[in-house]
């Protein structure tokens, strides 16, 4: 084919194609990034809401039925009907301040690092400062005055614990530490600890919500389920000997029959049977809200731990079930937020600390009504009790910081903002025109916008003829023209010996005839 022709036909295929280099069709990164920010954030808001709105359903019922119950408590000893709805509502409002700052200004991946140390090690030392010079109250000392405010170090020690499991996992998984450190550190960090704690302050529940939480750590950080087994095999066997080889332990197993307290009813069982009696008399749609007759100084603790006996009495079943939805709805956000954790440690820091929140309402709820023996665990977000609330908010913020966290784009995901995905037309094949593509933000790669475009340009054209080089049928006629021409220079070439080798045998037998002639 003659080169004109052939140039023609190359110029209307590229017309009527289209390459892969040429106008910008991706949005920038900060557009991309933001787009799939959306998307990551479609994707959590439902179970962040739920979470959200649980809780201060929960809240909101916990201040309402707070000052129900304990108004006449608060009478006979203030004289005022408010003074424990008025703490409570306090203690609320500064744990909603550090939910908000611990889910909004600290993101979890510092729990990973030595932030837990830091708390750790506070809780450690109010643990030993209860020991040394806590208040005792109710028969135990844990209880520990700072200033006018009386706290319980062990509900705050319980997070710290988990926080510290979920980071001696993480640790382990990144290959951090040895098998030995693993188990050094789970040894001095965690086991002593909660030893310490059971020791010194004779605290059942809470050494069981912290065992819980960590076996959550364990579950969700995937060790084999053999571990976990002969670890709860352990702890089962313990629990069975802390119950009922200390005294005033087993007498609470009179939670069986409480009528048989030795005592007519007047003893041990005195408490549990009183939360009988209210939830019998609240009935499906309880006796009216502020209507309770148990509040009347016949069940003890009913502001605190068996709040939820009143609850059944003024609002019924159907009052009591709806508390107990609400934390199952509680439950199901958390492992959904657990589940959508960027990292194996958001997904054990969230999922194990909802586990301990519902276990510890679970716990109490079964106590009051009769199924398990009393712990005197709070109710979550219900309860009168500071310690506990600021606790429980606390323990949300640590779980929306993980939601927040999955929010923000990963690597990954910087990753793909940076590609470009580029295309000609035959406008800008014959007019050898690129549109630039737009700056990057600071912090992008020098190699992932405009300056990989301006190479593809300047490496895409061909100064003899304007074609992109990168046209597969280009390249591929381009490659094809030296070899015609080699394989015609050698034709040609081989032609031109062949007639001189011929030219030259004619030559030379022209000369020997002529020769021989002239001899003869």
Excluded at 347 to 360: K, N, R
Excluded at 389 to 414: E, K, N, T
Excluded at 477 to 482: C, G, T
Aim: aromatic fraction near 10%; charged fraction near 15%.
């Amino acid at each position: 084919m003659p080169p004109a022709l052939r140039h023609g036909v190359l110029n209307r295929s590229m017309m009527t194609e289209r390459t892969t280099f040429s106008k910008q069709t991706s949005a920038p990164p900060s557009s991309s990034v933001q787009k799939n920010r959306g998307a990551v954030s479609a994707a959590i808001m439902a179970p962040r809401l739920l979470l959200v709105l649980s809780v201060f359903a929960l809240t909101l019922i916990g201040l309402v039925m707070v000052y129900s119950a304990s108004s006449i408590e608060s009478i006979s000893e203030t004289g005022a009907a408010t003074s424990y709805v008025v703490k409570q509502l306090g203690f609320a409002f500064g744990g909603m301040l550090f939910c908000v700052f611990v889910a909004k200004c600290i993101p979890y991946r510092l729990w990973a690092g030595k932030l837990t140390w830091v708390i750790w090690g506070i809780a450690c030392f109010l643990i030993i400062l209860t020991a040394a010079i806590g208040t005792e109250g109710l028969g135990a000392q844990r209880w520990v005055n700072i200033g006018p405010i009386s706290l319980q170090p062990s509900e705050f020690a319980k997070i710290a614990f988990v926080l510290m499991a979920a980071r001696i996992l993480f640790d382990y998984r990144k290959g951090a530490l040895t098998p030995k450190n693993l188990l050094v550190q789970i040894g001095v960090l965690i086991v002593l600890p909660i030893l310490f704690l059971y020791k010194t302050q004779s605290d059942l529940g809470t050494t069981a919500i912290c065992l819980i939480g960590i076996l959550a750590v364990m579950w969700i950080g995937e060790v084999p389920l053999k571990t976990i087994l002969i670890t709860l095999g352990a702890l089962f066997v313990l629990g069975i000997i802390a119950t009922f080889f200390v005294g005033y332990r087993s007498d609470r197993m009179v939670f069986i029959n409480p009528w048989n307290d030795g005592e007519a009813g007047y003893g041990g069982g005195y408490q549990l049977i009183h939360s009988f009696y209210a939830f019998s008399e609240g009935g499906l749609f309880g006796v009216g809200l502020g209507n309770s007759r148990e509040k009347y100084l016949y069940l003890p603790e009913a502001e605190t731990d068996f709040i939820f006996a009143i609850i059944g009495e003024e609002l019924g079943f159907i009052g009591a079930m709806f508390v107990l939805v609400l934390f199952l709805v509680v439950l199901y956000a958390g492992v959904r937020i657990a589940k959508g954790a960027p990292d194996n440690f958001g997904a054990m820091l969230a999922g194990s600390i909802t586990v301990m929140i519902v276990f510890q309402a679970f716990l109490n709820i079964g106590c009051v009504i009769g199924m398990l023996p009393t712990t005197g665990k709070p109710l979550p977000f219900i309860s009168s009790g500071g310690s506990s609330l600021l606790a429980s908010f606390i323990m949300v913020g640590l779980i929306l910081s993980v939601s927040y966290g999955a929010q923000m784009p990963s690597i990954y995901d910087r990753r793909r903002a940076d590609l470009r995905v580029v295309r000609a037309t035959s406008t800008d094949v014959r007019s050898g025109s690129f549109d630039a593509p737009p700056q990057t933000k600071r912090f992008a790669h020098p190699d992932s916008s405009s300056s990989r475009a301006q190479r593809v340009q300047r490496s895409s054209l061909d100064p003899a003829s304007s074609l992109p080089r990168g046209s597969s049928g280009s390249s591929r006629e381009a490659a094809r023209r030296p070899r015609e021409s080699s394989n015609a220079g050698r034709a040609s070439g081989g032609s031109r010996h062949h007639n001189s080798q011929n030219n030259g045998q004619g030559s030379g037998q022209t000369t020997s005839k002529n020769s021989r002639n002239s001899r003869r």
